[in-house]
């Protein structure tokens, strides 16, 4: 089956744009992660939802980021206002249930010039 | 101190060769463990869980010591696809909660 699909694979911004990440988890799958990786780096959690309660966002790294699962199933992760810091890998990842193991998508690349 | 603790490497080994990585976590109410693995510029995935009282999946074994705060990942008779960078993640439960750590990874290049 269809596994975790981000879109778009690669995003190039200018500073100052806001930028929405988008996630499709595999279909069913109750939990849904946001983590941001670092080259050499392993996966920074961001944010996680539960259906499309979001149960923790302690690893969103200011308030010019945010997230939504409105429908329990496909998420958003917006950037307002980007900062050449925000440059980095987004991945996302989906789990059947909560404590399961995770399924990560391809990630997305973003680049802020 | 940081939640989760890996020697980031690199392991270069020979073929064949027998090769463990520690991962050591400080946060002692940590209920489960996984170790991940993550090829270069690709998605993380699941290598396998780690439970309590060891387990062995082909040549790979992992083991936790509770007492210690560390589980561990051998892996015997290298091949070199097992070339990758190895990740381990602690999750701790609290109230219908779970906090998700990883850490950093460890380099594994088996060398022919």
């Known amino acids: 089956g269809a596994g975790v699909s981000q879109s778009p694979r690669y995003k190039v911004t200018k500073r100052g744009q806001d930028v929405a990440l988008r996630c499709d988890p595999i279909?069913?799958?109750?939990?849904l992660y946001w983590y941001r990786q670092a080259l050499g780096q392993g996966p920074e959690f961001l944010t996680y939802f539960n259906y499309e309660a979001q149960q923790d966002k302690s690893g969103l790294p200011n308030d010019r980021f945010s997230a939504e699962r409105p429908e329990g199933s496909i998420s958003t992760l917006t950037i307002q206002r980007t900062e050449q810091r925000d440059s980095a890998m987004y991945r996302c990842?989906?789990?059947?249930?909560?404590?399961?193991?995770?399924?990560f998508g391809p990630g997305t690349r973003l680049t802020v010039l | 101190r940081k939640e989760v603790e890996q020697d980031p490497g690199p392991f270069n080994v020979p073929e064949g060769a027998t090769v463990a990585f520690n991962c050591t976590y400080s946060?002692?109410?940590?209920?489960?463990f996984f170790w991940y693995r993550q090829d270069c510029r690709k998605e993380p995935k699941l290598l396998m869980s780690?439970?309590?009282s060891g387990n062995e999946d082909g040549r790979f074994t992992a083991q936790l010591n509770r007492a210690s705060q560390y589980i561990s990942l051998l892996i015997r008779d290298s091949k070199l696809s097992d070339s990758a960078t190895y990740l381990c993640v602690v999750n701790k439960r609290s109230g219908g909660y779970q906090k998700v750590t990883f850490g950093t990874g460890t380099k594994l290049q088996v060398i022919p």
């Open positions: 279909s069913g799958h109750v939990s």
């Open positions: 946060n002692s109410a940590s209920q489960s």
């Open positions: 780690v439970y309590s």
């Open positions: 990842a989906s789990s059947p249930t909560l404590y399961n193991e995770q399924f």
